[in-house]
């Protein structure tokens, strides 16, 4: 289990150590050497936050970050395609941005949001030790968005690092040409048009990010 928020951690321990009284739980609070120690322990089950330090100098809750988590997710998805994951966070709408890779997981994979109610957070935990996808609670995946990860990074860096066009694409290192197509995209899958900036008042690209953030593509 990875969290940083050591009520949480030891919150929800007590939990699984009374639905599972024969588990051995591992606990870690910051991302570094999680990889390692899920190749080493070969565990049934991980539960992981999505707002994370990159290692435990980090803390306090500050340093947390969701992208931290959702590269760490991303990862033990590629490593370990038969893994049982719960991801519980108060980010839970985050995961649009890794539906592609969920889709294809292997293994067991739910969904708890920490406001959730204890119970179902156990149910939850046992769907995926079933190896059972349970995605309700992310919109974004439930309405179908389907968001490629070049273009979740023209958001970030637009958005995020405040880059224009052509910085972005010295960063991707792709033409100009190509930003303004992945652009296009990014209004398409988001239901933003032309016609929108008129009708609202607002230029189209403070619209996107809007609803970008509103769908959880941005922080």
């Known amino acids: 289990m990875i969290d940083d928020h050591e009520l949480i951690l030891s ?106 109610a204890s119970e179902e957070m156990l149910t939850r935990v046992e769907w995926a030790l079933q190896g059972i996808t349970h995605t309700k609670d992310i919109s974004g995946v439930q309405k179908g968005l389907e968001v490629k990860p070049e273009w979740v990074t023209v958001l970030m860096l637009a958005f995020k690092e405040g880059l224009q066009d052509k910085a972005i694409a010295q960063r991707l290192n792709v033409a100009e040409r190509t930003v303004r197509h992945y652009w296009t995209k990014i209004y398409d899958v988001l239901g933003i048009y032309p016609e929108d900036d008129k009708r609202s008042g607002k230029n189209i690209r403070i619209l996107t990010e809007i609803r970008a953030r509103e769908e959880g593509l941005i922080d």
């Open 11 to 116: 919150g929800t321990m007590n939990l699984l150590s009374k639905r599972f009284p024969n588990a051995q739980i591992h606990t870690m609070m910051a991302a570094t050497l999680v990889v390692q120690q899920v190749a080493t322990l070969q565990p049934d089950l991980v539960i992981l936050d999505l707002s994370l330090p990159v290692t435990e100098q980090e803390t306090p809750l500050a340093q947390a970050y969701v992208d931290t988590g959702i590269q760490l997710l991303q990862v033990l998805m590629r490593e370990f395609t038969h893994l049982n994951i719960v991801v519980q966070s108060s980010y839970v709408k985050a995961l649009v941005r890794v539906k592609y890779d969920i889709d294809n997981h292997a293994g067991g994979f739910t969904v708890v949001d920490k406001g959730l």
